[in-house]
Each structure stands twice: as C-alpha cells, then as structure tokens.
C-alpha cells in the first residue's frame, strides 16, 4: 500500500504562484508514474501532469503546459507541481496519484486518472480574478 499526502493549496490572485507537494509513504519502492489531477465542482476529474518512475519524461495537459512543472525529489519520496500564471479556470481540487507501473506508457495513460490506483485526499486551489 501507498499513501499519498498532498500540501500547498491555497488562494492566490490570478498570475500567482504555488507549489504543490505530494509525500508518498508505505510501499514507495516499487516503480511508480505519479500524477497531478484535478477536479472543479460539476466537472469530471482530468489529467494535468504526470512523471514516470525513470524521470526523464514529464507529461502536461495542454491547458497547463508552460506555466506547470512537475518534479520529484526521490530521496523525500515526494513529487511537486509547480504552478505559475495561474488562471480562474485552474480554481479546483487538486490530487496526487500514484500507478505501480514501470515501463513507458504514452501522455493519454499517464494523463488518465483511471489508471492511478493510490490517490490522496486533495488539497484546495482556488485562483481570483
């Protein structure tokens, strides 16, 4: 089992910044993609970045790429997601998901959320116009 904690969320002003954390505790030594997605009222849950266990790949949705960056530090056995420009349409519940799957898969899996099986509880963004 993993578990999953995410931390940062907050309320900024549009063209502000945040940094989302995700810390992974339990069984993080298998081989993991780990991924960003969020979730606004009355919409269905969406990709918005995901990394792969050997780390050289980073995958964006188009609506975020240029102003996200997702990073992992492995030694905290935490991934980051780093968002700058933010927008009134990025104003939603973010969570961190983790799939134990090692070999490559393309952006429409790693960007899928039903094919993460270890989620957190999410952590609250809400951007201002």
């Known amino acids: 089992q993993v578990q999953l904690v995410e931390s940062g969320g907050g309320s900024v002003m549009a063209g502000g910044s945040l940094r989302l954390s995700c810390a992974a505790s339990?069984?993080?030594?298998?081989?993991?993609?780990v991924g960003w997605f969020r979730q606004a009222p009355g919409k269905e849950r969406e990709g918005v970045a995901a990394i792969p266990p050997f780390g050289a790949l980073k995958y964006y949705a188009d609506t975020v790429k240029g102003r996200f960056t997702i990073s992992q530090d492995n030694a905290k056995n935490t991934v980051y997601l780093q968002m700058n420009s933010l927008k009134p349409e990025d104003t939603a519940m973010y969570y961190c998901?983790?799939?134990?799957?090692?070999?490559?898969?393309?952006?429409?899996?790693?960007?899928?959320?039903?094919?993460?099986?270890?989620w957190g509880q999410g952590t609250q963004v809400t951007v201002s116009s």
């Open positions: 998901a983790a799939a134990s799957v090692a070999a490559y898969r393309p952006s429409t899996w790693a960007l899928h959320p039903m094919n993460y099986n270890y």
């Open positions: 339990g069984s993080t030594g298998n081989a993991k993609y």
